[in-house]
């Protein structure tokens, strides 16, 4: 613990402390290494005052900071002194205290921290805060023996209303007028004269008394109620715009002009508004209801030069506006998207609703077929398979703001604005904007389960396991056994299942317990197979093969098997996530079956991978097992068989069916292994 010591009131700690008259003193009677000096208006409840320096910073006199300065009072000083001062960023709050503080009459102190305090290496100074309207008004602080003002704004006060010093003339609208406005009191005495909406003169006065000299003022403006009674419309198109009209029109309000929309707000505004003479004019778009909309509204005074901006529920970048239109027409020109306009003002409490969103009930597997087939007549449309709540607000500002909203992790219900039609060939990721920020888990209806076995000897053991691991899931859950053929296989599962896609589980297939079974596909890329990787324990390979498949129902029963793989034959995607393991190898028949069938497919893969490669080289090594020198024969009878028959397809299409793959096992190993 180092000297404690002190200049002037005692400070609150519970510590031996000194009172000294200044800091040389305290180092002449400073016994220890470091010594502190400590001020009485600093909060050391939460200060470790055994803190010490680094050893590098130790020959400095450190300053700590308080909430509003870099010197609060309390330094740690090296006992044989120090040339330099080091400002920490330690922070120690300093207590409220108004001694040095004058409170001038009406104003509301509610708020203000009378913890402020100068820097103390200002010279003195008679500290001017200041109030909502002027630098002067508000609370000083004088630091003893000051003369000169220094004004600060690190807190303003609010001033009471008072009709004090105010005239008022007949036939204005003194509704809403702000009479706490009060002059600068650093400016000579003026006669401040206050305009209305259309002159600088004619407003409320304010005199300070002996003033002779008339000052004009823009800070508040005296205004009618209606600042504007003439409205563009501008349409999108959408069924509602005759309705709005009616809207508009029975407010009282005059539609001027009705303008389509043209690809963004920014030329449209800049096309319809640049021969308008009218100050002030109403922009309305007609995706809005205006039902419960007040045209009322005006801007805040000093405001009245402003781009004001309505929000469209909850978006910010809403569809109404209200615009000065000489200003507007002014900036504009150099504005090259309106985000940019530099006098905009958001008016964020009084929202404008749009539009219920036109919905189109979707009952495909993917979404993309049925955007293209809509002709749309609103800018925004949800394609959903369900009814749905709580759908954002899209910012139809310019095209990348009117972004493609998938809702959920697999697109069962997504907002596309007409815009993106004319960019999808195959996807919806052809649309270059798309905002997944407001997607939801565990909102699209679960995969079904589709357990497909035919005599396989531990197909019974993995069923009991899937149906184990699945018992929390909410998927439905079906066996299918016996179907001869792996074409006729899928096809019957498929027909069996009520969902768009269908986890595909092989019996061979012991399911990852940790596969989360909420996952969804994306419905807003084409029509395709997912296949999921499997481990293989013969070969130590981790890739589609024998790995879960979630099988779309459509494709499924489209295809006709013309290829050497049922799944590869359609558009498909490989999902990186471990389905399982593939005990394929069980018994002499399946090993040999599983790595004839596949080591056919890698042959026939002519695109030169590296991968393909790796894994033929795999299946064709052994793990000295009985059942691995199985699976590594059927790998080396799948090479023979190719190069005999030259690759010929429809030669190696007839690994398809089982019966012939039993046969020709059995003509090749004779009775001894009868499959």
């Not at 510590?15 to 040389?24: D, F």
């Amino acid at each position: 613990m180092f000297d404690i010591f002190y200049i002037g009131n005692k400070p609150t700690v519970n510590l031996v402390t000194m009172q000294v008259s200044s800091i040389e003193e305290a180092l002449v009677l400073c016994r220890t290494k470091f010594c502190w000096i400590l001020h009485y208006l600093c909060d050391y409840s939460g200060f470790d005052l055994l803190w010490e320096p680094k050893p590098w910073e130790a020959h400095y006199q450190h300053a700590f900071k308080s909430q509003w300065q870099q010197d609060s009072g309390t330094y740690l000083i090296p006992k044989k002194g120090a040339s330099e001062i080091y400002y920490n960023e330690i922070c120690i709050n300093r207590f409220e205290d108004k001694t040095n503080w004058e409170i001038p009459d009406g104003i509301d102190i509610t708020g203000f921290d009378f913890s402020w305090h100068p820097d103390l290496l200002d010279d003195p100074f008679i500290y001017q805060f200041g109030t909502q309207w002027q630098k002067t008004g508000g609370p000083k602080y004088t630091v003893p023996a000051a003369i000169t003002a220094k004004y600060v704004r690190d807190q303003v006060v609010t001033v009471h209303p008072s009709m004090e010093n105010w005239e008022i003339p007949d036939g204005i609208d003194i509704d809403g007028f702000d009479f706490s406005w009060h002059p600068d009191g650093s400016e000579p005495p003026y006669i401040y004269q206050f305009g209305t909406q259309w002159q600088k003169t004619g407003g409320p006065k304010y005199t300070v008394p002996d003033a002779k000299t008339t000052k004009y003022t823009s800070q508040v403006v005296v205004e009618n109620i209606n600042v504007a009674t003439e409205v563009y419309l501008i349409d999108h198109g959408n069924p509602e715009t005759e309705n709005v009209i009616g809207q508009l029109e029975s407010k009282g309000l005059t539609i001027k002009k009705k303008a389509r929309f043209i690809s963004s707000y920014h030329g449209t505004l800049k096309r319809i508004l640049s021969l308008e003479t009218n100050e002030f004019v109403w922009v309305c778009s007609s995706v809005c209801d205006y039902s419960d909309f007040d045209f009322s509204w005006h801007p805040e005074k000093w405001q009245g030069t402003m781009f004001h901006v309505f929000p469209s529920n909850e978006q910010k970048f809403g569809d109404t506006f209200l615009i000065n239109t000489s200003s507007f027409n002014t900036r504009i020109r150099s504005t090259e998207i309106l985000e940019w306009y530099d006098t905009l003002n958001f008016v964020s409490d009084i929202p404008v609703k749009r539009w219920g969103i036109e919905t189109v009930n979707v009952r495909d597997d993917s979404i993309v077929d049925n955007v293209l087939a809509h002709t749309f007549t609103s800018p925004l449309v949800l394609f959903s398979n369900k009814d749905v709540e709580d759908i954002p607000t899209v910012n139809l500002w310019r095209e990348k703001t009117r972004t493609v909203v998938p809702l959920s992790n697999g697109a069962n219900s997504t907002v596309v604005p007409r815009d993106a039609k004319n960019h999808i060939i195959a996807q919806l990721y052809d649309y270059p904007f798309i905002d997944k920020t407001h997607r939801k888990d565990n909102i699209d209806d679960p995969l079904d389960i589709l357990f497909i076995s035919n005599g396989e000897s531990n197909a019974d053991e993995h069923w009991d396991h899937l149906l184990t691991v699945t018992k929390n899931a909410p998927n439905r859950v079906i066996r299918i056994d016996g179907v001869k053929g792996r074409a006729e296989a899928y096809q019957t599962a498929s027909t069996a299942s009520n969902t768009a896609w269908a986890f595909n589980v092989f019996a061979k297939l012991k399911v990852n317990p940790e596969f989360d079974w909420s996952w969804q596909p994306d419905r807003m890329q084409e029509s395709k197979h997912y296949i999921f990787n499997a481990k293989n324990p013969i070969t130590g390979l981790e890739y589609g093969h024998m790995g879960m498949i979630a099988y779309n129902k459509k494709l499924v029963l489209k295809n006709k098997a013309e290829g050497l793989d049922f799944t590869l034959d359609q558009e498909h995607e490989v999902v990186p996530l471990l389905s399982g393991i593939a005990y394929y190898a069980n018994d002499i028949g399946t090993a040999w079956r599983s790595a004839f069938r596949e080591v056919l497919k890698l042959k026939d893969d002519d695109s030169g991978n590296v991968e393909t490669e790796y894994r033929l080289s795999k299946w064709l090594s052994s793990n000295n097992t009985e059942l691995g020198i199985w699976s590594q024969r059927g790998a080396e009878d799948a090479v023979e068989y190719y190069e005999a028959v030259d690759g010929n397809f429809e030669k190696l299409k007839l690994s398809y069916e089982w019966d012939w793959l039993n046969d020709y096992f059995n003509e090749k190993y004779g009775e001894e292994h009868v499959l």
